[in-house]
DNA sequence: TATAAATAGGATAAATTTGTCCGAAATAAA
DNA sequence: TTTATTTCGGACAAATTTATCCTATTTATA
C-alpha cells in the first residue's frame, strides 16, 4: 500500500509524538531503535518530514527530532504520506493510466473510487495525536 | 496501490478476454499495443497468469492467448491481482509489521481494516467479464 | 573559544522492480 | 518432414527504491 519510507515515516512521527508529549527530543538512533528501522534511512526521510513541517529539528549538542505539543492534535495521516510517497495512492488512477477521469475511465475507475475515496479520508481524518496516545496506552505498538 | 506487472496483468486480462468472445487469440505483441506497455515485459507477466490458470496460451503456429468464453465470468480481479502481487494488499499489515494483528495492532490496525476489507470484497465481487464488457461497449478504456 | 554532540546532505551501494534479448521448445501448415 | 510461427524461460540490463557512509554545518556547554 505504502512504501516503506512512508511505514518508516509514519511510525517515526508517531514515536517523535509519544517523546514530544513529555519534552523529551529523539534521535535518528533512538526512533530506528523503536520502530525497527535502518538507522541512516530513517534518518533521510525524517529531513523529508522536517521539510514538510511534520516534525521540527534542533541541530547540534542536545538536540533532536520533536513535535509542537500544541500541533500534534492537528497533523493529519494525509500530511506524512503526501511528504513522502505523495497524493498517488488515493488520487491517481488505480490502473496507470495517465488521463483517467469520469469521461474517460479506466475499467475499473468506479470500482476504485469509493476505496480511494475512503482511505482519502480516512488519512485526512486521522491524527497524529489518537496514534501517539495510542502507542503510549499500550493499545498498539510500533514494532512486533 | 498495485504493482506495474499487476496493472499490466490486469489490463492484458481484460483485452484478451474481449477478444475471447469473439473467439480470437492474442500475442503479446497485440496486447502490448492495446494496453500501452512494454511487450516483453507484458510476455513475462502473461506467463504468471498462464501459471495461475487466469489465461491459457497455445504455442506454435498461429497460438496465442485467449481464456475460455464460458470462464470469463468466473474469473475474478482477485485471481489476477493474487497470481502478480500476492495477498499482502490486503492481507499484509499497513504500517508493515510481521506480526500485526487483533491482540498486537500496528497505529492504524483499525483504521485501514475497514478499508482493505472493502479491496478484498471489491476484488473477490469483480469479474473479468463485466470488465470486458465495459471495454467492449466503449464505457471505459485500456489506454490514455 | 574550543569541544563535543547532533542534524543536513551528498555520494555511493545493495536490493528490488521493471524491462530487454535471445535461444529452446512446441505446433500448425505446406 | 521441413518451415514458419509462436510461447517458454533463462540471462541480462536499466531504473527505482531502499539502505549505508562520510563530511559539513550547527549549536549548547565548558
Avoid at 81 to 110: F, K, Q, R, S
Wanted: proline share 3%; with cysteine.
Amino acid at each position: 500500500m505504502f512504501s516503506k519510507a512512508c511505514e518508516y515515516g509514519i511510525k517515526a512521527a508517531i514515536f517523535i509524538a509519544t517523546q514530544s508529549y513529555e519534552g523529551k527530543r529523539v534521535s535518528p538512533k533512538e526512533i530506528a531503535q523503536e520502530i525497527d528501522s535502518p538507522q541512516a534511512f530513517t534518518a533521510k526521510i525524517l529531513q523529508a518530514l522536517v521539510k514538510n513541517d511534520v516534525v521540527s529539528s534542533v541541530k547540534g549538542a542536545y538536540g533532536g527530532f520533536e513535535i509542537d505539543r500544541n500541533q500534534i492534535a492537528s497533523i493529519k495521516l494525509s500530511q506524512i504520506v503526501n511528504a513522502i510517497d505523495g497524493d498517488t495512492i488515493y488520487n491517481g488512477c488505480g490502473l496507470g493510466l495517465h488521463a483517467c477521469d469520469e469521461a474517460h475511465p479506466c475499467p475499473v475507475h468506479d470500482k476504485f473510487k469509493a476505496i480511494r475515496t475512503d482511505l482519502k479520508h480516512m488519512l485526512e481524518n486521522t491524527s497524529l495525536e489518537e496514534l501517539a496516545l495510542n502507542i503510549k496506552s499500550g493499545e498498539s505498538f510500533l514494532k512486533i
